[in-house]
């Protein structure tokens, strides 16, 4: 069992509350297309290179440390492990928008055109990566991996509440602690701003280091320009695509096949029910690694890319999606005798889900039949 299980439970309640007060109370149009997306963008894959940079920067902290905190008391090793987490997250930030093969990392989260909480989940697969290089310091340093870890939980939730679209300007903490009001800034269509705002929690390195702008004034527009896509596979490489010439023209979207928002939002939390699942299971999962779990691995990672090609009317993904919702639970409930009450509700409700598509998909394709006179 891993101890994120149910702070990620909260963190899919919060975002789903927030879409409903977001409708509800702001009258907003929900965009239930882009919320799918940015929770199945890359959780899973994120997830694994998550495991290799905590591995990372705790084999430098076993084996490579200079020890500089072993006769420091705890509370003070906790104070700095603080401040210099957000100070590092900064400049890894700041750099992200300097460098164009790093800003092919973060694009995808800034691609985002409404700023919700789901925008917070929404991230490259290879976010976790450059993150390990920019922390593996604190562990040379000798910052205990538990404590950078704890540190970390708690930046990343500040990060997450800061994309909520209901907080107002918090008076005094402005001047201290990046905020809702700060963050949005940052995500603003104009280069100008969408280059300023790097702190994750404490806004004085901003104002420390020059990259500090107050919001606007009027009617702003988020997202930045780029590839038009649901699929995470394509959404997370197609940015490096670019830098290195490949060439590749996605095709536009098929209105063929139209899967309504309804079972789209249930068909992707049904997945991100089984994410979670995985990792209350298997945790980082790079202990001891079976078979069943390569294939569990697989299936989740080819349901998100099915999920995003089905949110764009594409037939293959379509297709793809009922093979996978109606082989996987064969193959581990029965297959592999998985029993646990867990496996068995989520893995039926992608099954009942499946069926459901299939049965839609079915009744479409035969009202696009010609029809034959007699």
């Known amino acids: 069992m891993n101890t994120l299980t149910f702070p990620i439970i909260f963190m899919l309640v919060c975002i789903y509350i927030e879409a409903i007060l977001l409708k509800w109370i702001k009258k907003q149009n929900i965009n239930w297309l882009d919320i799918i997306f940015n929770l199945n963008s890359g959780h899973i894959v994120l997830w694994l290179f998550r495991g290799l940079e905590i591995l990372c920067y705790a084999y430098v902290y076993q084996n490579c440390s200079l020890n500089l905190f072993s006769s420091t008391p705890v509370f003070y090793i906790w104070i700095f492990a603080v401040f210099a987490w957000d100070f590092c997250f900064y400049w890894q930030h700041r750099l992200l928008h300097t460098y164009r093969l790093l800003y092919a990392v973060h694009l995808i989260h800034h691609q985002g055109e409404n700023f919700n909480l789901s925008l917070a989940v929404r991230n490259s697969w290879y976010s976790s990566l450059l993150s390990a290089v920019f922390n593996v310091g604190l562990a040379f340093l000798g910052l205990p991996t538990e404590i950078f870890l704890a540190v970390s939980m708690i930046h990343y939730s500040i990060q997450f509440f800061n994309h909520n679209d209901f907080t107002p300007r918090l008076g005094f903490l402005e001047k201290i602690f990046v905020t ?28 420390l280091f020059g990259s500090y702008a107050e919001m606007p004034e009027g009617t702003v527009n988020y997202g930045s320009p780029g590839v038009k896509t649901f699929n995470p596979l394509l959404a997370s490489n197609f940015p490096f695509m670019q830098i290195f010439k490949i060439r590749f023209q996605p095709s536009s979207f098929p209105n063929k096949f139209v899967i309504s928002n309804l079972l789209m939002t249930l068909g992707s939390t049904a997945l991100f029910i089984l994410a979670i699942s995985y990792i209350y299971t298997y945790g980082y999962g790079l202990n001891d690694i079976s078979l069943t779990q390569y294939i569990l691995f697989a299936y989740l990672a080819g349901g998100t890319i099915f999920l995003g090609a089905m949110s764009e009317g594409r037939p293959w993904g379509i297709i793809g999606w009922i093979i996978l919702t109606l082989t996987m639970p064969l193959l581990f409930l029965y297959g592999f005798q998985w029993h646990q009450t867990y496996w068995q509700i989520t893995m039926a409700l992608l099954s009942i889900h499946g069926i459901i598509i299939f049965i839609n998909w079915i009744r479409v394709y035969r009202k696009s039949l010609p029809v034959i006179e007699p």
Do not use: C, L
């Open 180 to 207: 809702p009001n700060h963050h949005r800034v940052h995500h603003i269509n104009d280069r100008y701003y969408s280059n300023r705002n790097f702190g994750g929690s404490f806004i004085i390195w901003d104002k």
